[in-house]
């Protein structure tokens, strides 16, 4: 049997994006509940470790491969030129740039320096999606203009 490296690449890109999109989609709510808590309770140093946990075990490590499979794609493409997969690489990059904030903000509770409330973190926490949903588009009608 031979192997399809295209479809092997594109089977771990779909996976990894995943679970990267599944982190970055509960860490900002996370951090919603989080900021209600008061900086010496039980519960703060409990969203402290899952927020570790989730960026180290999950996040950090999809991202990276996410970002490794997809551009094995694009190595094994025949036409890489196209204004969709242009546009979907800025989006990702987006992305890679929230996560990075993200990874910040988890920073700021650990050392206590956290400064935003509730209500801002519930408005990051449609950042994702709304990449999410462009990059989505992108890959299923890959405009070309």
Same mark, same amino acid.
């Given at each position: 049997? !031979?192997?399809?490296?295209?479809?092997?690449?594109?089977?771990?890109?779909?996976?990894?994006?995943?679970?990267?999109?599944?982190?970055?989609?509960?860490? $900002?709510?996370?951090?919603?509940?989080?900021? #209600?808590?008061?900086?010496?309770?039980? !519960?703060?140093?409990?969203?402290?470790?899952?927020?570790?946990?989730?960026?180290?075990?999950?996040?950090? $490590?999809?991202?990276?491969?996410?970002?490794?499979? #997809?551009?094995?794609?694009?190595?094994?493409?025949?036409?890489?030129?196209?204004?969709?997969?242009?546009?979907?690489?800025?989006?990702?990059?987006?992305?890679?740039?929230?996560?990075?904030?993200?990874?910040?903000?988890?920073?700021?509770?650990?050392?206590?320096?956290?400064?935003?409330? !509730?209500?801002?973190?519930?408005?990051?926490?449609?950042? $994702?999606?709304?990449?999410?949903?462009?990059?989505?588009?992108?890959?299923?009608?890959?405009?070309?203009?």
């Amino acid at each position: 049997m !031979e192997i399809n490296y295209y479809n092997l690449f594109k089977f771990l890109h779909i996976v990894f994006f995943t679970t990267w999109m599944a982190g970055l989609f509960y860490l $900002p709510r996370l951090y919603v509940y989080h900021s #209600g808590t008061k900086s010496n309770s039980t !519960e703060y140093r409990i969203f402290l470790t899952m927020e570790k946990k989730l960026m180290k075990y999950i996040m950090n $490590p999809s991202m990276i491969l996410t970002w490794v499979f #997809g551009v094995l794609l694009v190595l094994h493409l025949e036409n890489h030129n196209q204004f969709w997969l242009n546009l979907k690489f800025v989006l990702v990059f987006l992305m890679s740039v929230f996560h990075m904030y993200c990874a910040k903000i988890r920073k700021n509770f650990e050392n206590k320096l956290n400064t935003k409330d !509730e209500k801002f973190f519930r408005w990051i926490n449609e950042v $994702p999606t709304i990449l999410f949903l462009l990059i989505v588009f992108l890959v299923v009608f890959q405009p070309n203009i």
